[in-house]
């Protein structure tokens, strides 16, 4: 790992209002990552991964807002940039792409059009270079003949052709950093497989940093550097795959690591997470797994929530870590 | 290719509804309360008089047999003659029907130009000042009776500012109609490069086509902007912004594209509606269209011109939908396939 990371998030903390009050959907939220790393971001559905991500780029929906935090990126504060920067940065520097692709593209518009749309924003191409360049794209995420895909619409695609046009669009301009948000959800084991296998190369031979999110450890085990453990809007664990898996700190981290299929293991062996992700309406308890948790004792409740460093690069938030 | 299948389908769908109107024009007709026959005789005609006057009707046929006759004559391109104005239907129809597709588009046009740009602007701004004047317009549009905003555009800018002329047809009494190209006379004065002509035509045109555009604002605003945030709040948009693209062409190419298409189906609708509303705009603005016609020829129990208006309205509103499958067909490639 370099000195200086690609990107830091600090101290992040971000609320909806809703009808019902206040969502602290994320609290201090810390991570960071380096030039050509790979990160997974794990946590189960609601533990805020998407709100991060959409935070980053700007993208949070208007009932959303930035409590505290930065989340500097190549020196310029993301968080605080303006609009025209944060244009620039979009889709060139760093990128997103989103779970259900069909959706996420322009359902009338040819998808070689759009990937062209990014081309001519950022990338100083004549015209008829930019068709080329499209093609190229195409080509370069796997997609069959793709001349004839340049002219296709979102509805005349495969769920996986659609996410690798994503990808192409997302990649054309060769960003720093790809945030990938559930990238395989919806589709089916194979495909799952070949996407994932796409953004790894993609990033290993273009050094990309990519940032991978996902509920499903099993996906990220072993493809990412490092691995960031989210739980009801705070980053509980963050480590070194191998040492994640291998020593995970945090009851959480365990108890998901427990609950995931691995090869070799009997399904009796796994056993689900009790209870919910607590309600992030209003007043939260410090650590806001103590209701889930078999190891909750008095010391749980005094704020702050601790954040140890454990090992080099392995911190765990948790006042009685394993 | 795919598009002329799909309005060979339409067109081919729309048959049975054209025969539809047919019969009912014919029957309804029949249904209307007044003696035609009587009504031309005058009220000192002799008992035989009438029967004549009856008789060349062709009144005094079983009903079956008008139907034929009816039908018969249609197919020829014979709608009748009208009682009122001794002249073919057909050609009553063709003279006036450029007067009626002049205030309808202008006012459409109106409306469109105005609401597309509200809608937009309101969704955009949800809240701002131009969204709650959006609303106003809305309301006003919808709950104000189409002749009582008439009524009170002639109160307002003829009677107390005197801004407009007098509510009497399509051109002043000093005036000459222009030679006819389109038939619409604006045009048609600019064709012939007569600007005062063309001024003089505008001027008439005005109250009347702000009438039916307010009408024809209400819905079409609405609809813009409930289809603007909904395809604003969509996961595409997201993708566009994420990829950085200028909040212009996320405006523009990616939203109000995908916004428009429920615009248009809605714009197919609006436009039949102010065909219909014509009638009465037609009528408070003394505009020789085909509606204050029928309405003429209705009061006067003159059935043929009528039943002509009728099937002219018909026809019209089968290629109206048959337009805005193509336009539709041309937008949304969705539609292209499944055809
Ligand atoms: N627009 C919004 N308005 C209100 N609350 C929101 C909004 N978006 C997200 N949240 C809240 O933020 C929290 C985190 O949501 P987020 O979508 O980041 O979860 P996630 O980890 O991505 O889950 P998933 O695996 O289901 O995608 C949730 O509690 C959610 O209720
Ligand atoms: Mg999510």
């Not at chain 1, 050094?207 to 996906?219: F, N, P, S």
Request: charged share 20%; net charge positive; proline share 7%.
């Amino acid at each position: 790992m370099s000195a200086v990371p690609l990107m830091s998030v600090e101290d992040l903390s971000v609320e909806f209002r809703t009808r019902h009050g206040v969502v602290r959907a994320l609290e201090r939220v810390g991570f960071s990552i380096a030039r050509g790393e790979t990160v997974g971001i794990v946590g189960e559905s609601g533990s805020g991964k998407s709100v991060t991500a959409f935070t980053v780029l700007g993208l949070l929906p208007p009932a959303g807002r930035v409590t505290s935090g930065r989340a500097v990126f190549g020196g310029l504060d993301l968080l605080t940039a303006s609009a025209g920067q944060l244009l620039e940065y979009r889709g060139r520097e760093l990128s997103m792409i989103f779970q259900s692709p069909r959706t996420a593209l322009n359902p009338i518009r040819p998808v070689g059009k759009q990937i062209a749309d990014v081309l001519e924003r950022h990338a100083n191409l004549p015209r008829a270079r930019r068709r080329d360049r499209v093609l190229e794209l195409l080509a370069r995420v796997q997609i069959p003949d793709p001349e004839r895909r340049y002219h296709a619409y979102p509805f005349e695609l495969s769920g996986g052709m659609c996410q690798r046009v994503m990808i192409a669009l997302a990649v054309a301009c060769s960003p720093a950093l790809l945030i990938a948000d559930e990238p395989t959800t919806g589709l089916d084991v194979t495909t799952q497989a070949g996407i994932l296998d796409l953004l790894g190369d993609l990033s290993r031979t273009a050094g990309m940093a990519t940032i991978m999110i996902t509920h499903d450890l099993a996906v990220v085990a072993e493809r990412c550097d490092r691995i960031v453990v989210m739980h009801a809007g705070h980053v509980v664990e963050q480590a070194p795959a191998r040492t994640l898996f291998a020593r995970p700190r945090h009851p959480y981290t365990a108890r998901l690591l427990a609950s995931t299929p691995r090869a070799g293991a009997k399904l009796a062996d796994l056993t689900p997470i009790p209870g919910a992700v607590p309600d992030l309406r209003g007043e939260t308890t410090p650590c806001r797994y103590r209701t889930r948790c078999e190891r909750a004792a008095a010391v749980c409740d005094r704020p702050p929530l601790p954040r140890e460093v454990v090992a080099p690069g392995h911190v765990v938030a948790c006042a009685r870590p394993l | 290719m795919a598009l002329l299948r799909l309005a060979g389908r339409r067109l081919a769908l729309a048959v049975p509804g054209l025969l539809g109107v047919i019969v009912v024009t014919f029957l309804l007709n029949r249904a209307l309360p007044g003696d035609p026959a009587a009504f031309f005789a005058g009220p000192a005609a002799t008992r035989q008089a009438i029967e004549e006057i009856r008789a060349r009707l062709g009144l005094d046929k079983s009903v079956p047999e008008q139907f034929v006759y009816y039908v018969r004559d249609l197919a020829r391109g014979d709608l009748g003659t009208s009682l009122t104005t001794g002249q073919p239907v057909l050609r009553d129809l063709a003279t006036r029907l450029p007067a009626s597709l002049e205030l309808t588009l202008a006012g459409l046009a109106l409306a469109v130009t105005v609401a597309l740009p509200l809608g937009v602007l309101s969704a955009t701004r949800p809240g701002s000042w131009v969204d709650h004047l959006a609303r106003v317009v809305t309301t006003a549009g919808v709950s104000l009776p189409i002749f009582f905003t008439g009524l009170l555009l002639v109160y307002v800018f003829y009677f107390l500012l005197g801004w407009a002329p007098a509510p009497l047809g399509r051109l002043d009494a000093f005036s000459t109609a222009p030679r006819q190209v389109t038939g619409f006379f604006v045009v048609d004065a600019v064709l012939a490069h007569d600007g005062a002509l063309a001024w003089a035509a505008l001027r008439q045109l005005a109250l009347p086509a702000v009438t039916l555009g307010l009408f024809a604002m209400a819905p079409i605003a609405r609809m813009t902007r409930a289809s603007m945030l909904g395809v604003l709040g969509s996961e595409f948009i997201r993708t566009a912004r994420a990829a950085g693209l200028a909040p212009r062409t996320v405006l523009v190419t990616y939203a109000l594209r995908n916004a428009l298409l429920p615009v248009i189906t809605l714009l197919g609708m609006v436009f039949s509606f102010l065909l219909g509303a014509n009638v009465l705009v037609e009528k408070v603005f003394a505009w020789p269209g085909v509606g204050s016609y029928a309405l003429e020829a209705l009061i006067a129990s003159d059935y043929a011109p009528v039943q002509g208006f009728v099937l002219l309205m018909a026809t019209l509103y089968v290629f109206l939908n048959l337009t805005i499958d193509i336009v539709y067909g041309l937008v949304d490639p969705r539609v292209r396939i499944e055809a």
